[in-house]
């Protein structure tokens, strides 16, 4: 699974896009309870949650590295397995 953050904006408003693809059918419970539950329109396997303040980045963030070590990091893209 992989993860990585993009800045977007909503109304003139800047917010942060949490990133999650390449999951599979057992990381669903996971992210259920994290609040990844967005599905990208078109495309397999990708999730997301839109943060609007640093502190809800930060609860996602954190409840997403609560769950899965990360084992490798390419640029923004951090590479997950679960714990």
Do not use: Q
């Not at 990133?19 to 057992?26: A, E, G, H, L, V």
Request: net charge negative; hydrophobic share 40%; aromatic share 4%.
């Amino acid at each position: 699974m992989t993860m990585h953050l993009s800045k977007i904006k909503i109304d003139g408003v800047t917010a942060i896009r949490v990133n999650i693809r390449k999951y599979t059918n057992d990381d669903i419970p996971a992210l259920d309870v994290i609040g990844i539950t967005e599905l990208e329109t078109g495309m397999s396997a990708y999730r997301y949650a839109i943060c609007h303040t640093p502190e809800e980045l930060e609860r996602v963030r954190g409840a997403v590295l609560d769950a899965y070590a990360i084992i490798a990091t390419d640029g923004g893209t951090v590479r997950l397995s679960a714990k």
